[in-house]
């Protein structure tokens, strides 16, 4: 497990979410798409955290966590999505 997978399971713990509630949350998601439900599992969360998270809430993308956080020595437990 990475540095980034470590931060959004505790992203996750920070926000009051467990693991059943994403998997939760992305299976209700994509029971309104068909090809989603019935596609790859890996692929369908992955929509699922780009395009829905909880309510519009997620953490960022490894992308955006590595360039706000390249700086630093070590990554913060969490950030504030709104100032992004």
Known sequence: MN???V???KWLADHGFTLKDAFIAAVNYSKGNVSLLLGDPEQSFDIWE???GFEGMIYPCEREW???WDDLDEPPQCIDL???
Do not use: A, G
Request: hydrophobic letters at 25%.
């Open 3 to 5: 540095e980034y997978e």
């Open 7 to 9: 931060f959004k399971l």
């Open 50 to 52: 780009s395009e829905r």
């Open 66 to 68: 590595q360039d706000e």
């Open 82 to 84: 709104e100032i992004i």
